[in-house]
């Protein structure tokens, strides 16, 4: 039997504790001095070990097997404070509960085939959603439209199995399974409806992870200002003093549901200063971990030989937008250009034109498409299992000759696919998914 206090730390008006195990209607006798009725709110009195009342409040039983974990579920809903939730907990230990591991909830869901590993995952997801995009995926991944894709895939690929093993098993006999069936044709549409569920899959986890966007640039270049702007308040500092800025401001903001974690940084030049220095140093860790840097120029000069110091030693391979600003004093127009792949921005960040264009390209970087409002809430695991599915299935396709090699792929892919919804996988990988859940989830 496990015990966890399910809401958030701190006070409010309601708090839970839940409790899951195999019998909890002696559980229940002993807390309150009755059973409460199956899915019936009971307004009780939880008592301690002599009777005396610890708080006042609602009471939901579900028996097993109908509930979120497959085993008994009770909640206890009392007051919110700290104190009350913590002698309601302290209660229920002392009646034979224990302390619930992070994710151990859903994680018993799980073993109990309530959920599948991809439904599991996207209890947390939907916990930690940025965005409404990213909630009504991780609300599509958790109804089990994930799922019911990857099913689909497996189906599809047992389906392409059958000829290749029976041609395998039956070599003698001079019925050419593989093209009556049509095998060949089957794995080239089978790897295209991987690819659309990849696609689908790449756009849940960008709503999941978001982008992480680095402002870099030149003291007084317009980083704060571009910050405040995206963010719409102030949350940067901006003065016409070089140097403002010493240490990073993150903020969190969404375009199109798309969450891109902006980060003001410290202008990077030669300093005495050394706060400033210190500033600079963590300003070039931050280019290092950045998906795209924003690089700002001052379009009343462009480019100069200090902006040319800073480009290299920008690290490579780290997409790269170049913004000139400040064209409200630069009688510029707004404005994208390209030039050997390079992207530059002509915008205003004090007066907003052009802010548009820099959006636009921001969602570029990150691969979003339009009209992806149908997308998988995925995780990094569930892209590099289809990624697998999908090399299988082509080296089936070159392998189509020789039947051993050809079954061997197909096998694969299928192991990649059924990792994804846990029919395949490891305690290790399980306990390090569950880990990372809230407790009393």
């Known amino acids: 039997m496990i015990a966890a206090i399910a809401t958030a730390p701190g006070r409010g008006g309601i708090g839970v504790v839940r409790l899951s195990g195999p019998d909890l209607r002696p559980f229940a006798l002993q807390l309150t001095g009755k059973i409460p009725v199956p899915r019936l709110a009971t307004l009780i009195r939880f008592l301690d070990e002599i009777g005396t009342e610890i708080d006042e409040g609602i009471a939901l039983y579900f028996p097993a097997p109908h509930s979120y974990t497959g ?19 302290q209660r229920c230990i002392e009646l034979g509960a224990r302390p619930a591991e992070p994710g151990e909830f859903t994680r018993r869901a799980f073993l109990n085939d309530k959920l599948d590993l991809a439904q599991a995952e996207a209890v947390a997801d939907l916990i930690e959603a940025s965005t409404a995009a990213a909630a009504r995926s991780a609300v599509r991944s958790l109804a089990g439209e994930f799922s019911a894709a990857v099913h689909h895939l497996v189906d599809r690929l047992i389906e392409l199995r059958i000829p290749v093993e029976a041609a395998l098993d039956f070599p003698e006999e001079e019925i050419d399974f593989l093209r009556q069936t049509d095998a060949s044709g089957l794995l ?7 690819g659309e569920v990849r696609q689908r899959a790449r756009q849940g986890s960008l709503l999941r992870t978001g982008l992480h966007v680095v402002l870099a640039g030149q003291p007084n270049v317009g980083k704060s200002s ?12 901006v003065t016409a003093v070089a140097g403002t800025t010493r240490d990073a401001v993150r903020e969190t903001i969404q375009v199109h549901g798309i969450p891109l974690h902006i980060i003001d940084t410290a202008g990077l030049r030669e300093t005495e200063d050394e706060v400033e220095r210190i500033g600079i140093s963590r300003t070039w860790r931050e280019i290092e971990r950045a998906d795209v840097i924003v690089l700002l120029l001052d379009a009343r000069s462009g480019a100069t030989a200090a902006d040319a110091a800073i480009v290299a030693k920008l690290p490579a391979g780290v997409e790269r937008i170049e913004v000139c600003n400040k064209t409200d004093l630069a009688g510029h127009p707004a404005q994208r250009t390209e030039h050997d792949g390079r992207v530059t921005l002509w915008l205003s960040a004090k007066t907003g034109q052009g802010m548009e264009l820099l959006e636009q390209d921001l969602l570029r970087v990150a691969g ?25 299935l082509e080296t089936a396709l070159e392998q189509q ?13 299928q192991e990649a696919l059924t990792g994804i919804t846990g029919e395949f996988t490891s305690d290790d990988l399980l306990g390090e998914i569950f880990s990372r859940f809230c407790i009393g989830k």
Do not use: K, T
């Open 188 to 194: 080239q549409r089978l790897l295209a409806e991987v």
């Open 401 to 413: 000759a020789r039947l051993e090699l050809l079954a061997e792929e197909l096998r694969l892919a």
């Open 71 to 89: 085993e008994d579920i009770l909640e206890l809903q009392g007051h919110g404070g700290p104190v009350v939730m913590r002698l309601l907990l």
């Open 368 to 392: 979003w498409q339009a009209g992806a409002e149908d997308s998988f809430m995925a995780r990094e695991r569930h892209l590099q299992a289809l990624a697998r599915a999908s090399g299988h």
């Open 226 to 237: 571009l910050l405040n702007r995206l963010a719409g308040e102030e949350r940067a500092i």
